[in-house]
């Protein structure tokens, strides 16, 4: 029965069956700080499903909570000192080890240090919460607890879970999908890593609105105004699209000129990753628009700052760049998939 349970359940490998909590039950196992905060925390109702760990066929245990449960956390380390505890549900099986037959809930109580790690997990179990016990505490509230819970999803079907707490991709074959809720985006298992997997998923930029002026680009390589993304975090092996659009180029204050616009990292002196030259500018304003667009790998993946910059070349006077009553200018970054579906020529 234990094998067919797990059988049923998205990621369940043999001995290495991927824990999980019903994510439509009760409070979902949900680890919370004590109403009164102390040294406890409250675990909430739920069912959850327990791979058993201590032999190859041993199969998922089916377990339910009907109730709060209030757990009790050791006195805090000293001074200098800290602690992570672990709260777990586990099954005890004496078909396989000990005298125990029983399901229950529990804190695994961490070793002080001054730079502590997580204490290993018992068998039989999954992990709900880790708790960081700082020094002399005399309460766990909520900013002390990190919810480590993988949620369920019936074979095939997407697994719900969040940027931190994605489920281990050894649990997984490729292609599981996974709706990652603090992002509202979902991700596919690709041989060690989630990728998004929509194409154009933007990951962030900036919406120049109605109605931005910038006067006085001249000679000197100028960053535009309000053309600045913030941090960008990059996943790794992905095609990134940084796009730029000017709606209204732009008019010289003495004659036509020629100018150029760069798409560059951080700021004027950055790496550049495109360009493109607007020739004949006319006095005549927004005669001219420009798209710029540049697609590359992000490689290992990093966080960037990405800006749009302008330089006049030739002719007189200084450039003015705005956008108008109708028309707003934009600086996007997207994800536009896993790399190994293209092939970039650099």
Same mark, same amino acid.
């Given at each position: 029965?234990?094998?067919?349970?797990?059988?049923?359940?998205?990621?369940?490998?043999?001995?290495?069956?991927?824990?999980?909590?019903?994510?439509?039950?009760?409070?979902?196992?949900?680890?919370?700080?004590?109403?009164?905060?102390?040294?406890?925390?409250?675990?909430?109702?739920?069912?959850?499903?327990?791979?058993?760990?201590?032999?190859?066929?041993?199969?998922?245990?089916?377990?339910?909570?009907?109730?709060?449960?209030?757990?009790?956390?050791?006195? +805090? @380390?000293? #001074?200098?000192?800290?602690? %992570?505890? $672990?709260?777990?549900?586990? =099954?005890?099986?004496?078909?396989? /080890?000990?005298?125990?037959?029983?399901?229950?809930?529990?804190?695994?109580?961490?070793?002080?240090?001054?730079?502590?790690? +997580? @204490?290993? #997990?018992?068998?039989?179990? %999954?992990? $709900?919460?880790?708790?960081? =016990?700082?020094?002399?505490?005399? /309460?766990?509230?909520?900013?002390?607890?990190?919810?480590?819970?993988?949620?369920?999803?019936?074979?095939?079907?997407?697994?719900?879970?969040?940027?931190?707490?994605?489920?281990?991709?050894?649990?997984?074959?490729?292609?599981?999908?996974?709706?990652?809720?603090?992002?509202?985006?979902?991700?596919?298992?690709?041989?060690?890593?989630?990728?998004?997997?929509?194409?154009?998923?933007?990951?962030?930029?900036?919406?120049?609105?109605?109605?931005?002026?910038?006067?006085?680009?001249?000679?000197?390589?100028?960053?535009?105004?309000?053309?600045?993304?913030?941090?960008?975090?990059?996943?790794?092996?992905?095609?990134?699209?940084?796009?730029?659009?000017?709606?209204?180029?732009?008019?010289?204050?003495?004659?036509?000129?020629?100018?150029?616009?760069?798409?560059?990292?951080?700021?004027?002196?950055?790496?550049?990753?495109?360009?493109?030259?607007?020739?004949?500018?006319?006095?005549?304003?927004?005669?001219?628009?420009?798209?710029?667009?540049?697609?590359?790998?992000?490689?290992?993946?990093?966080?960037?700052?990405?800006?749009?910059?302008?330089?006049?070349?030739?002719?007189?006077?200084?450039?003015?760049?705005?956008?108008?009553?109708?028309?707003?200018?934009?600086?996007?970054?997207?994800?536009?998939?896993?790399?190994?579906?293209?092939?970039?020529?650099?």
């Amino acid at each position: 029965m234990r094998l067919y349970d797990g059988s049923l359940t998205a990621g369940f490998i043999g001995s290495s069956g991927r824990g999980s909590v019903h994510p439509g039950f009760g409070n979902q196992y949900a680890v919370t700080q004590n109403g009164t905060p102390n040294m406890s925390v409250n675990v909430g109702a739920g069912i959850c499903y327990i791979p058993g760990t201590e032999n190859p066929v041993q199969g998922v245990y089916f377990c339910a909570n009907d109730n709060t449960v209030n757990l009790t956390i050791a006195t +805090a @380390p000293g #001074a200098g000192q800290s602690r %992570i505890d $672990l709260v777990v549900a586990k =099954v005890q099986d004496a078909q396989y /080890s000990g005298a125990t037959n029983a399901f229950s809930l529990a804190v695994v109580t961490g070793t002080a240090s001054a730079s502590p790690s +997580a @204490p290993s #997990a018992p068998n039989n179990s %999954i992990i $709900l919460a880790q708790i960081a =016990v700082g020094s002399s505490v005399s /309460s766990i509230v909520t900013g002390n607890i990190t919810d480590k819970r993988v949620f369920a999803s019936s074979l095939g079907a997407p697994v719900k879970a969040t940027s931190t707490t994605m489920p281990p991709t050894s649990s997984f074959q490729d292609g599981q999908l996974v709706y990652v809720t603090d992002t509202n985006r979902f991700q596919v298992l690709q041989g060690t890593s989630y990728n998004n997997m929509q194409e154009g998923t933007l990951l962030g930029g900036n919406i120049i609105v109605q109605v931005h002026s910038q006067t006085g680009i001249a000679g000197t390589e100028t960053v535009i105004d309000n053309y600045t993304t913030g941090s960008v975090v990059l996943p790794p092996n992905r095609l990134i699209r940084v796009e730029i659009y000017l709606p209204s180029i732009i008019f010289v204050t003495a004659a036509p000129g020629t100018a150029i616009a760069r798409i560059r990292e951080t700021n004027a002196s950055g790496a550049q990753l495109q360009e493109r030259l607007f020739d004949n500018i006319g006095l005549s304003f927004g005669s001219t628009k420009g798209l710029l667009r540049a697609e590359f790998s992000s490689g290992a993946g990093a966080t960037k700052i990405y800006c749009a910059t302008m330089t006049r070349l030739a002719g007189s006077g200084t450039i003015t760049l705005a956008t108008n009553g109708s028309t707003s200018g934009s600086i996007l970054v997207y994800d536009m998939g896993p790399i190994s579906r293209v092939n970039v020529i650099s």
